[in-house]
């Protein structure tokens, strides 16, 4: 089993920053890939960003040269830094996992980006 706990989300005004957190209950660089996504009210999840355990990252759109996903493998964290941020970036942040072709989930983290 793996748990992943999010933390980071918050209240920020367009054009801030904010960064986010996900703690795995073990060594992420045993995850083939690591995700972030988000939901919006009334929307799908859509992925944002992810990272492999050799390093390499893939952004959805919306996300390249705002946003910077990266891991630290000495603290089971991998963290979203999020730049200029917008209104539409406002949903609910999920942290993902994918370990022996399985995936897992954090609970969320709300980002809200007020205009």
């Known amino acids: 089993q793996v748990q992943l706990v999010e933390s980071g989300g918050g209240l920020v005004q367009t054009g801030g920053s904010l960064r986010l957190s996900c703690v795995a209950s073990r060594n992420i660089f045993s995850f083939n890939v690591m995700g972030w996504y988000r939901q919006a009210p009334g929307k799908q999840r859509e992925l944002v960003a992810a990272?492999?355990?050799?390093?390499?990252?893939n952004y959805a759109d919306s996300a390249k040269g705002r946003f910077t996903i990266s891991r630290d493998n000495a603290k089971n964290t991998v963290y979203l830094q999020m730049n200029s941020l917008r209104p539409e970036d406002t949903a609910v942040y999920y942290c993902?996992?994918?370990?022996?072709?399985?995936?897992?989930w954090g609970q969320g983290t709300q980002v809200t980006v007020s205009s």
């Open positions: 990272i492999t355990s050799g390093g390499s990252t």
């Open positions: 993902s996992a994918e370990f022996k072709r399985n995936d897992f």
